[in-house]
Structure formats: C-alpha cells, structure tokens
C-alpha cells in the first residue's frame, strides 16, 4: 500500500493555511491514495531533472516525488506562485 509523509518545509507551508484548507488538502491526499492509482490523478512535472509530480488540490498544487511506495509531499503552493 502506498503511504505518504510531508517533507519539513512542505509540513511548515500547510500550517500557514487555514484550518479548513488544511483539512481539505488532507483529506483529497488521502483519498487519491486510497483510490489504487494516486498517478490517475496526478501530473507529472515536465521541467524538472527529477520525476516530480503534482496534485491539483483547489486553488493549490501539491508538489511530490514518490518512492518505494512512498509519496514525500515536498511543497504546497497556491496556484499563481506554485511555478
């Protein structure tokens, strides 16, 4: 089963958000890993040297790399700064 961890900076931008914002990230996280195929649901970063990939989550882009069964969320931004 595929699991999930915020990095350190990735964990301090989602406590900047309001408390519903917060919940609502979490819960959509959730429930694109609990579906079988969190990559359905995700888009792969084309500019990137490394494979990173993004959730759309709202008006926010949840920025990840995922590794042995692992998604490490590294950032979360709004959509006009998240580029």
Do not use: W
């Amino acid at each position: 089963m595929i699991s999930y961890s915020f990095t350190k900076y990735a964990d301090q931008e989602l406590q900047k958000l309001p408390l519903e914002t917060q919940k609502r990230i979490i819960k959509k996280i959730r429930f694109y890993i609990e579906s079988g195929d969190p990559f359905y649901f995700a888009k792969s970063i084309t500019d990137s040297k490394e494979k990173v990939y993004r959730f759309r989550i709202g008006d926010y882009r949840i920025f990840f790399d995922y590794k042995n069964n692992q998604i490490l969320i590294t950032k979360i931004s709004p959509r006009p700064k998240a580029y």
